[in-house]
């Protein structure tokens, strides 16, 4: 299992944003891009893993702007948005999202691992 360091950023929004190393967060995003490359290929051939994939998830998965989120929209959504604005931050939410669709894939995609997010509570420095 992989544990990554999460900080809190001070905003003004109403959601709490977190704050990854950078080379974590590269990481992850790469890691994303992987499993959806191969699930797209994957999902292809396959019905049942379609069904799957593509399934809403209300009670594993934070809601998006059309409603419940699937195991391929949470990761489209995450990397649009990260594409859209580089500087973005996670929410407690998408946190644990990422956390639920590691463990998932980590079961069937070679080298992927489960991550957890240990959070800080304040910065120091």
């Known amino acids: 299992m992989k ?8 905003t003004n929004a109403p959601v709490q944003y977190w704050e990854l190393d950078p080379k974590e967060e590269q990481w992850i995003y790469e890691w994303l891009q992987k499993i959806q ?3 797209c290929e994957a999902v292809t051939h396959d019905r049942t893993l379609r069904d799957i994939w593509f399934k809403r ?6 809601h998006g702007r059309m409603g419940a989120n699937s195991y391929a929209s949470i990761i489209g959504g995450l990397v649009k948005s ?6 973005r931050n996670l929410t407690d939410a ?3 999202a990422l956390e639920t669709i590691f463990t998932v894939v980590s079961e069937w ?3 992927c691992e489960k991550i957890e997010f240990k959070k800080k509570v304040y910065r120091i420095g």
């Not at 998830?57 to 934070?62: D, I, S, V």
């Not at 990260?82 to 500087?87: A, G, M, R, S, W």
């Open 3 to 10: 544990t990554i360091t999460a900080l809190p950023k001070i």
């Open 37 to 39: 490359s191969v699930m």
């Open 57 to 62: 998830r209300p009670k594993e998965l934070p």
């Open 82 to 87: 990260k594409l859209d604005n580089p500087e």
């Open 94 to 96: 998408q946190l644990t």
């Open 109 to 111: 995609l070679p080298g």
